[in-house]
């Protein structure tokens, strides 16, 4: 995909999502917009949606990174996309205060509604940074731990995020992803839809093409476990257009060696 075409895909998404991230109003569960209660479809527990702070739940993704990372306390996490910031703030809770979780989001009106959120609730072991996911505001072996849910597949470079994803984090450090890949082939009409990109579906890679980028930035341990059944949410993504028969949401899993370092500097 040349650059221009890059720009063109990070400015659609970036309006998509700025526009969710100021309206009062609700589209359906999943990437497609904001609904909060969709979440507990999505794997979060009603415990985990009542002590967030106001804002954060916009019913986003494709299910519960924090349920997969099995953090602990004093970890360093960075989530991949974090939007109103709901896997942080749960995140920050698991890693206490002598933890640090960092949020990266492309999209300002993202940014300003989770740093409103984590002022209100004065959280102090979060921050948010504006970047994007194929070029992260960090520095090397800074993270021990990956979240992101339901963003990769909107990236026109995924190759590239799993390379910077590998880059900040630390020996042994690992990924615990949510996210949708494509079961089949993409039909050109789904594929030439206005909202199937930003609503998650038509940039969705396959597993075997998520296999080989984790693989090539230098992963291992990968594990994709496919959730078929998340096509009850999906079908209401993008409904009348067969979308749940194309995508599901996966878990994605993946470590850095502990004897690792960054390609192409390897010997």
Known sequence: MTTDKN???????????????????????????????????????????????????????????????????????????????IDCFLAAKRVGAKGKV??????????????????RMKVKNVEFRLGEIEHLPLADGSVDVIL?????NLSPDKGQVFREAFRVLSKGGRLAISDVVATTSMPAALKAHGSALSGCVSGAATVADIQTMLQAAGFTNVRIDVKL????????????????????????EARKPLGSCCPPDCC
């Not at 415990?47 to 916009?58: K, Q």
């Not at 949020?103 to 740093?115: C, F, K």
């Open 229 to 252: 059944e998340s096509r009850a949410f999906i079908k209401d993504w993008l409904p009348g257009t067969g979308a749940e028969n194309v995508v599901a949401a996966a878990v994605i």
């Open 102 to 119: 960092i949020g990266v989001d492309m999209t300002p009106e993202m940014l300003q509604r989770a740093r409103a959120a984590a002022q």
């Open 148 to 152: 992101s849910n339901c963003v990769i």
């Open 7 to 85: 720009t063109d895909v990070r400015d659609s998404v970036r309006t998509h999502y700025a526009a969710i991230s100021t309206s009062t109003g609700s589209c359906a569960p999943g990437c497609c917009g904001s609904n909060p209660d969709a979440s507990l479809a999505l794997g979060y527990s009603e415990t985990e949606l009542a002590a967030l702070p106001d804002g954060a739940n916009l019913g986003l993704g494709c299910g519960n990174p924090t349920a997969i990372a099995a953090l602990s306390p004093g970890e360093r996490v960075l989530d991949l996309g974090s939007g109103g910031g």
